[in-house]
């Protein structure tokens, strides 16, 4: 039986095994404006709280099939989002309090006064609101430590992480993970995947079913689901670790799936909540709009930077010496930073320094470098100003200014010799020494205008006899080690290839 006041009321579930305690309760509490349901036992009211949201139960202590504390027992091995009030016939005060120590908001002694129930309700109610006010205020404060967070950053790396550990945090989630659809193959591809530290689940990856959230998605049906329901969205067999519970929110850019946040349950009983699944919700759209923008800025960027590569590579194009030199500094000075264990973003920001690393010879003539004799002094000068307008090129542009102390100081030399600027050792940036090495390895071994190239081996052994006084030692002792497996390993894919084709010129 069914009691309804208004859509905007409050739940509650009397649970009784006698039919004038339901009854009352039940028609007193729709008058005080509640929706009310009843249930006989333990069970029944467990069938409907699957069923249904409440915000309050009362229910009785003893009843046949399930007894009140072993319903407050399965409402917290649940999860379920419910506040409990017992009631109890024997009025000793160890019944009450055992009820409370399970989880029970407040107990009721029989008999009872109606107002005494309305009372208890109403303070149970007014606690839940404020509770649920406090979880509102703090999901906006993290919201909006997110969105400061997202606005601070235009790396597409970054902006990743930040979503997933808010998305971790927040949900108390087992596992989240992050995926986003490649431009390349149009499939959505797992780009990061967390748990809380220590806590990794040890069976494999999870393998989604992304025919049925797609499905899901674009019909704007959410994707919360538990148990079994929660299962179907998965193609693996994980019938060792079944996932409990899951949700899965869209990350959309002007109308299009681009990606997909998830965060997964595996701890038996412990299910999302719709709160959650909202909160993520906005979380996803977050995300996707500063997504968006490193998404733009890194176009721009890139576009940028092939243009100026491009110069670069147009410059070295008009002079059959220095064709490709850029490229092989490139591929050089990258398998020195893999050698020293540098990371990612150091490995890209030096690959792009070597690629632009002689862009300020664009201001310099090409037929005084190009004779077949020595420059002369005024020629040399002149060849010497090439890192200072390389700087001067590429200080203007913002995005491109941490490679200006890799151009500026390519030429320095470790024992203080080199120029511009003269510097010794280690006030050479890391770049500028690694830039050097490979710089001069390309200069060697490829055809000059006044001498052939030199030989792999003949260049290492300069190399080796310049370790300290032109090169950084160290960055000498890697490159030779990281040159040897690289021609190791070209030299199994394809035998014909030992040395890189001939052209001159650092
Ligand atoms: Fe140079
Ligand atoms: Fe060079």
Not at 17 to 27: A, F, G, H, Q, T
Not at 288 to 293: Q, R, T
Not at 450 to 465: D, P, W
Request: with cysteine; charged share 30%; aromatic share 6%.
């Amino acid at each position: 039986m069914e009691y309804s006041f208004h859509d905007e009321s409050h739940r509650v579930l009397v649970v009784d095994d006698e039919k004038v305690i339901r009854e009352i309760l039940s028609d007193f509490l729709t008058m005080e404006g509640y929706i009310v349901h009843a249930a006989e036992d333990g069970q029944q009211a467990l069938a409907e709280l699957e069923q249904r949201a409440y915000n309050l139960v009362i229910t009785d202590l003893k009843m046949p099939k399930m007894g009140g504390l072993e319903l407050l027992e399965e409402i917290d091995r649940r999860s379920l989002n419910v506040l409990t009030v017992i009631m109890t016939g024997f009025g000793t005060v160890e019944t009450a309090i055992e009820a409370m120590k399970k989880g029970a908001y407040d107990y009721i002694l029989k008999p009872f006064k109606v107002e005494e129930v309305i009372h208890i309700v109403q303070r149970g109610l007014e606690k839940q609101r404020l509770q649920m006010e406090n979880i509102q205020l703090k999901e906006a404060l993290s919201i909006y430590t997110l969105s400061d967070k997202l606005n601070r950053t235009l790396s597409l790396e970054h902006i990743l992480e930040i979503i997933v550990d808010t998305a971790l945090r927040e949900s108390h989630a087992d596992v989240t993970t992050l995926l986003l659809r490649a431009e390349r193959t149009g499939q959505f591809e797992v780009r990061l995947r967390r748990a809380p530290e220590g806590k990794e689940p040890a069976h494999k990856l999870e393998a989604l079913n992304l025919v049925e959230i797609l499905e899901h998605y674009r019909e704007d049906r959410p994707v919360l689901y538990h148990g079994n329901r929660a299962t179907r969205f998965f193609t693996d067999d994980s019938a060792d670790h079944p996932v409990c519970s899951i949700i899965s929110v869209p990350l959309k850019i002007r109308l299009e799936i681009i990606g997909m946040l998830n965060v997964y349950s595996y701890t038996r009983g412990r299910k999302f909540a719709e709160g959650q699944r909202k909160m993520l919700s906005i979380l996803a759209d977050r995300a996707s709009s500063a997504i968006d923008n490193a998404q733009l800025f890194q176009n721009l960027q890139r576009s940028f930077q092939q243009t100026i590569q491009g110069f670069a590579r147009a410059m070295e194009a008009k002079d059959p010496y220095t064709h490709g030199h850029s490229d092989r500094v490139m591929q050089y000075a990258r398998l020195i930073t893999r050698g020293l264990g540098l990371d990612k973003p150091l490995e890209e920001k030096i690959s792009t320094a070597a690629l632009m690393h002689d862009i300020g010879k664009i201001g310099i003539p090409l037929d005084a470098l190009n004779k077949p004799q020595k420059l002369t002094r005024e020629e040399y000068e002149l060849f010497k100003e090439h890192p200072d307008k390389g700087r001067r090129i590429l200080e203007p542009l913002e995005f491109l200014r941490d490679i200006v102390p890799a151009i500026y100081h390519h030429h320095e030399q470790f024992d203080g010799t080199g120029y511009p600027l003269g510097l010794r050792g280690e006030e050479i940036p890391l770049d500028a020494r690694i830039l050097a090495v490979a710089d001069t390895y390309d200069a060697m071994t490829s055809d000059r205008a006044y001498r052939k190239a030199l030989s792999h081996e003949i260049a290492v052994a300069e190399l080796r006899r310049c370790a300290g006084t032109q090169f950084d030692p160290r960055i000498v002792a890697v490159f030779i080690i990281e040159m040897d497996k690289w021609r190791k390993q070209k030299a199994a894919a394809a035998a014909a290839i030992t040395t890189p084709p001939a052209c001159p010129g650092a």
